[in-house]
């Protein structure tokens, strides 16, 4: 078993080395497109990556709440009705059979290791991805994204020629971009995705 290990891990980096390699010659030979395909991967993977995070949190806050909207009890003081009152109790309920749930696959897995793997692989099977928000993004990262950042750079490379100190040269790079780049970026994002997503909800109605 030892063996086999050793042998995939010696041809993943051997396929990560190559990789790597046609990575560093595309980007020598055409770094504009590179760099497109690259914040485009990059853009896609991390919507995905927050969708996930994003739900995972919502069924964390959802298995948590008490449903009452407080602590649980039914004050009139407060203006509570009885039907709010047994929505209470009955979000209750179900927490503690979500927290038996748990534990009980927990037992039956072989831990809490087992029973937390368990419950992600559930989360993951009832998850549905947006993904109109995820072209969104990816088509933000593939154009626009890189098409401001990569000049942007190359202008901050002819313009600070100065390379020592090294601090004060940062310093300056990381000034003049937060001043003068990053506001115009994040104004052409919040454009874009506005418009984008507007468009696609009049194509919505319309259909």
Known sequence: MSSVCVCVCVIMLRL????????????????????????GVATFLGDVLAQHVEHFRGVKRKSHGNGDGGDGSCNDAMGATGATCATGVEAKLAGMQVVE???AVNGG???????????VADKMATMELDWTRTAVMTSWGATLYAGIWLPWYKIMDKTVTFTRPVVAAAALKSGLTALIAAPVANTVFFSYVTTVEYMLESEEERA
């Open 109 to 119: 897995m072989g831990g809490a290791g087992g029973g937390r793997w368990a419950m």
């Open 101 to 103: 749930d748990v534990e």
């Open 16 to 39: 990560g080395r190559r990789a790597l390699v046609a990575y560093n010659a595309a980007l020598a030979a055409h770094p504009f497109k590179t760099n497109l395909a690259t914040a």
